[in-house]
């Protein structure tokens, strides 16, 4: 066994100090040998170097000098468990000696305890533990059933991550929709070029274009795309008023519906230009602001008498991209919103199988300051979809900036580097299990490896990402040719 060190001073349960005799990188696993329990796996949260070189030597020191120093590489390191008779993960009940012996993990102690093992029917292979070339493959059953996040900032490798992600969920032929702000996700359908990477990951180049459709309310700007659209005698007054911007139901509920009531009685095939012209006759200040919101509407060009149908929308074993490139804001709101909540009510009346709802932009779409016209029924699907298959996957640059109560339910995260300190607190306050030391890994994590908690594993694991089996469609575009 590879010794790196020895315990010493006050030793708790949980966390001990040691003494380094060789240099070992910080997040690292170790090994020390309990009296009871045989191999306890530990991991390296801090380091620091002790010198006897003082402010005042310091300053005698004349330029070009060498100083003689003597000094002590000392840690940190957190206990993580053993494994029991009956397979469960527990921690020593009595501290560690101090002045025992500190070892360098060995694969097989690492890989039993954090539990890194083949689940070839429900795992998601998204990369190595760091270091090591143990494969980390996140339970596909708890992604969906548990929701997840994924969170780096800008530049940081989020929608790479998240193409590696789909590619396991479309192996395992898990229902997807995709809401798609940038258009980037197109290239699933297209297999990736092949390099060195792919054979140390063991990643065979693939693409997934017939298990990839395609809709956005802009066909011009997005000719890959079938049209989008919702039919309007399909929606509810009160969800038309969501849609028309105007949550006050209680005010503009019943003028509604007898708007919609006296226009259908003699046209079943009503547009909303119809409604715009029966707004016209409608006094007061509820008719003005019907008739201003049904016009705002129009322009949108999201509602028609025939939509997209739901059958045509979700298809079983595949992933539907909603690309909404080029298209406004305000309106890219109206079409999340629309389309979370037809997938949430069709799921609760089982007319649709379980899927993944993946969020890019999330902090748009359910900030924390302010409203979006969508927040409300995605705070409901982190909340409760759960309990009727509906899994969600928020991705997003600004962990401080999307909602709490929807980021406080993943329970499955991935995190790439992130630096700014208030998407780190927010960061560190909805994760269980984080300690200073991980939360200070993650400003200087670098591209390509993530913190992985949850997806089936007990405690937080730094993960190497795999190479894409597609081709990326994410990347920054140039500016200066080189």
Not at 66 to 81: F, K, S
Not at 102 to 122: F, N
Not at 155 to 170: M, N, P, R
């Amino acid at each position: 066994m590879d010794e790196v060190g020895r315990i010493f001073g006050d030793v708790g349960l949980g966390v001990f100090q040691l003494s380094l005799s060789r240099p070992v990188e910080r997040g690292e696993y170790l090994s020390v040998e309990d009296e009871l329990h045989g191999p306890v796996l530990c991991q390296l949260d801090d380091l620091k170097r002790k010198s006897d070189l003082n402010l005042e030597r310091a300053r005698q020191l004349s330029p070009g000098d060498e100083a003689t120093v003597q000094e002590t590489l000392l840690g940190t390191a957190r206990v993580i468990g053993y494994r029991d008779a009956q397979g469960l993960v527990k921690l020593p009940t009595i501290p560690f000696r101090s002045g025992a012996r500190v070892y360098r993990a060995e694969e097989s102690l690492i890989a039993e305890v954090l539990g890194l093992k083949r689940r070839a029917s429900s795992g998601a292979y998204v990369g190595l533990l760091r270091n090591h070339g143990l494969r980390v493959e996140l339970d596909i059953n708890q992604l969906v059933q548990r929701h997840v996040s994924v969170l780096a900032k800008t530049g940081g490798g989020k929608s790479y991550l998240l193409g590696v992600l789909i590619e396991e969920l479309l192996r395992h032929k898990v229902t997807c929709v995709i809401i798609d702000p940038h258009g980037e996700y197109g290239s699933l359908r297209v297999p990736a070029e092949k390099n060195g990477a792919h054979a140390r990951f063991g990643v065979e180049s693939q693409g997934f274009g017939r298990q990839i459709q395609e809709f956005s309310p802009d066909v011009t700007l997005n000719p890959s795309a079938k049209p989008l659209a919702f039919s309007l005698r399909h929606i509810e007054p009160r969800e038309l008023l969501i849609f028309m911007g105007l949550p006050n139901v209680k005010a503009f509920l019943a003028p509604l519906k007898g708007l919609i009531e006296s226009v259908a009685a003699t046209n079943p095939e009503y547009t909303v230009r119809d409604l715009i012209h029966a707004a016209e006759r409608l006094e007061g200040v509820a008719g003005e602001t019907l008739h201003e919101r049904l016009e705002y509407l129009e322009q949108t060009k999201l509602l028609a008498p025939q939509g997209t149908s739901l059958k045509e929308l979700v298809k079983k074993g595949e992933a539907t991209l909603i690309n909404l490139r080029g298209v406004a804001v305000d309106v890219q709101e109206l079409v999340v919103a629309r389309i979370a909540s037809t997938l949430f009510e069709s799921l609760k009346r089982k007319l649709i199988p379980p899927l993944f709802l993946v969020v890019e932009e999330a902090h748009n779409f359910a900030p924390q300051q302010g409203t979006a016209t969508c927040s409300r029924v995605l705070k409901n699907i982190a909340s409760e979809g759960r309990k009727f298959g509906l899994g969600l996957c928020v991705v997003t640059q600004r962990a401080a900036r999307i909602d709490k109560s929807v980021l406080s339910q993943c329970n499955t995260q991935l995190i790439l580097q992130v630096t700014n300190p208030l998407d780190l607190r927010a960061i560190a306050q909805s994760i269980e299990g984080l300690t200073d030391g991980m939360t200070s890994m993650i400003q200087s994590l670098p591209v390509g490896t993530a913190l992985v908690t949850g997806g089936g594993y007990h405690t937080p694991l730094f993960c190497e990402v795999r190479p894409r089996a597609t081709r990326h469609g994410g990347e920054s575009v140039q500016v200066v040719d080189n």
